[in-house]
Nanobody
Framework: EVAAAGVGGGLVQAGGSLRLSCSLS????????AAWFRQAPGKEREEVSCISNKGGNTDYSDSMKGRFTISRDNAQNTVYLQMNSLKPEDTGVYYC????????????????????WGKGTQVTVSS
């Protein structure tokens, strides 16, 4: 099992950037796919992006493509979400999550189940 902990949220002006980090502790991160979700005020939680356990494939929600980049450093047991050209509608609580993939690289796609969730980090984008 792993524990996920996401940090790096904050207040930023529209057009700015933030990088979120998700630390995976417990088993080696290379056995786990990871994803970022967000929940905007008054809206359902949505998946932003996901990355396979060894980083070979990524998937993004259409509204984030070209602006957000997910990456990982398994040596540091950390998954990142670089967010550029932020918009006020990107405001929300961002959660990182992980799901077991095993020792071999396994592709992951939006909607795949993630079993281990971190506490959220608030991102606020002002206009």
């Amino acid at each position: 099992e792993v524990a996920a902990a996401g940090v790096g949220g904050g207040l930023v002006q529209a057009g700015g950037s933030l990088r979120l980090s998700c630390s995976l502790s417990g088993e080696s991160a290379e056995y786990y796919a990871a994803a970022w979700f967000r929940q905007a005020p008054g809206k359902e939680r949505e998946e932003v992006s996901c990355i396979s356990n060894k980083g070979g494939n990524t998937d993004y929600s259409d509204s984030m493509k070209g602006r957000f980049t997910i990456s990982r450093d398994n040596a540091q047991n950390t998954v990142y979400l670089q967010m550029n050209s932020l918009k006020p509608e990107d405001t929300g609580v961002y959660y990182c999550a992980a799901g077991y993939s095993g020792g071999r690289e396994r592709a992951v796609y939006l909607g795949d189940v993630m079993d281990y969730w971190g506490k959220g980090t608030q991102v606020t984008v002002s206009s």
